[in-house]
């Protein structure tokens, strides 16, 4: 079902494991700065200690080993490698930490995916206006290409920038990642705006001055969830799922894979709400410029980050205020036959990654696809023999083995979400989507394999050794 060079992975982000907040030189991130201030993450917790990988990086190794994993995805720290977020200074420490775990990753015969960005901008590029600012995307390309130049020789998969989206909306729209902006209407536009301006870049300098010597892939993580109208044969239902898509997933995925632009609907739909409140500025969704690198074409395959499914209803309008949620206009629904998991956003629907994975297939032109992120989380009391996510992992597995065979889609690799416990943002540690436990309160920080865990492993194991 699964072809034998199929990536079996799982993946963690820097801020997420590393702790280390300060050590050796490291600069102060977003995410830093946002968790120190009051009110803003659950039990005011924060990654500054974490699961300490910055430190405990070969028990980390230990549990990537006994899952057996073929591919690992892993994330840089920015300010830890550029303390200002600048080439002008490296932090050397920085460098030997990655270089390790580069390193040690391929003496186990184990793949690195490496993502040069998961939501933890420099604090000193904050300070310049960070992703509002026109500037940011000649800054990534440095940092990109610094990372190009260090990683290179021994990184083949390449992500530039984990989920735009959340950046864009929860950073600058709803003000709950950081860095706490709530600009409602139009920063998130802009924000997104420049991190594909951004993820252009970098593509073009990867596929100029590298790829012909390191033989890579880059591309850019896309989360989205799969929609359904609520009613299938509602036409306002099945325009609102269009426009919802357009809003979500077509936001980044029309510009890089289809158009070089943004869906259509998307901006009438931004337009036209415009115009409804009497705003008569430039339009709130930027346009691409022709003096720049295009963006169209600039990823080498898909990456896809899943969890959830919605349906959706048009909306009921949203008065005056201009905001994404009133551009949007549309209401999602969680079916009720969908069990929740852990978190409240997080209705278990395998299905839905067959039917993103199809959908993704004839809109995009049959692209090789990587499903980067997928996980199911934990809260309250533990529960070592996780069962409920176990049966998660299998059916979804499923789904995308039917997505392989029946469906044709070219998957060449899943990256359950996440190797361990670990920060889980606005959530803290109250959220937990390890294959492994991790005990914070521990000094050790000791990592325990769940039941998933061990079940995963079994099924890479399997799927490894079948004869094809
Ligand atoms: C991923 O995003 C992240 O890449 C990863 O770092 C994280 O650990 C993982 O999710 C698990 O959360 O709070 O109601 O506004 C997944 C996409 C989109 C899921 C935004 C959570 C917020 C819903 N995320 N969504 S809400």
């Known amino acids: 079902m699964f072809p034998c060079d199929f990536a079996w992975g799982a993946g963690t982000a820097a801020y997420q494991i590393e702790g280390g907040w300060q050590a050796d030189g490291k600069g102060p ?51 830890r490698l550029l303390p200002d977020g600048t080439t002008r200074h490296v932090n050397h420490k920085g460098v030997d930490y990655y270089n390790k775990v580069i390193d040690d990753l391929l003496a186990c015969n184990v793949t690195p995916m490496v993502t040069i960005y ?39 998969l390449w992500i530039t920038i ?36 951004a993820h252009a870049m970098a593509w073009h300098s990867y596929d100029s001055s590298y790829r012909a010597k390191q033989k890579g ?28 898509f357009a809003f979500t997933l077509g936001w980044f995925a029309w510009p890089v894979f289809l158009t070089g632009d943004y869906p259509e609907i998307m901006r009438s739909a931004i337009d036209a709400n415009s115009r409804r409140v009497g705003y008569t500025g430039a339009s709130r969704l930027p346009s691409f410029s022709k003096d720049e690198p295009v963006i169209l074409g600039t990823a080498d395959f898909f990456a896809l980050n899943y969890y959830t499914s919605r349906k959706v209803k048009a909306g009921a ?24 998991c852990g978190v409240p956003w997080l209705a278990v629907v395998p ?13 995009f032109n049959n692209p090789v696809v990587y499903i980067t992120e997928n996980g199911f989380s934990q809260v309250g009391p533990l529960q070592m023999e996780d069962v409920q996510r176990f049966e998660f992992y299998k059916d979804t597995i499923m789904e995308v083995g039917k997505a392989i065979e029946e469906d044709g889609v070219n998957i060449r ?23 492994f436990h991790v005990d914070f309160s521990d000094e050790k920080l000791s990592r325990t394999m769940y039941h998933s865990g061990r079940e995963y492993a079994k099924m890479i194991m399997k799927y490894k050794s079948e004869p094809k």
């Open 413 to 435: 690799g899943y990256f359950a979400w996440s190797l361990m416990d670990n920060f889980e943002w606005p959530d803290g540690f109250s959220a937990r989507f390890g294959l």
């Open 317 to 340: 309008g949203f008065g005056q205020t201009l905001c994404m949620k009133s551009d949007r206009d549309i209401e999602e629904v969680l079916d009720p036959s969908w069990p929740i």
């Open 162 to 197: 984990n989920e735009p989206y959340v950046c864009a909306k929860l950073g600058h729209e709803d003000g709950i990642h950081a860095p706490g902006l709530k600009e409602p209407g139009i920063t998130a536009y802009l924000v997104g705006h420049n991190m594909l301006r």
């Open 29 to 79: 991130s977003i995410w830093d700065t946002f968790c120190h201030e009051k009110g803003r993450v659950f039990g005011e917790q924060n990654g500054d200690v974490a699961c300490n990988s910055y430190e405990l990086w070969e028990k980390d190794l230990k549990c990537i080993l006994q899952l057996g994993l073929t591919h690992y995805r892993l994330s840089l720290s920015w300010a």
């Open 118 to 156: 998961h939501f933890d901008l420099p604090q000193a590029l904050q300070d310049q206006g960070g992703w509002k600012s026109q500037s940011i995307a000649t800054l990534f390309d440095s940092y990109a290409q610094f990372c190009f130049q260090t990683f290179g020789d021994r990184v083949k």
């Open 217 to 244: 892939l880059v591309s850019l993580a896309i989360n989205s969830d799969w929609l359904e109208p609520l009613q299938p044969d509602c036409t306002d239902d099945i325009v609102a799922t269009e426009r919802d």
């Open 351 to 363: 299905h839905g990654l067959r039917r993103l994975l199809k959908y993704i297939k004839d809109t």
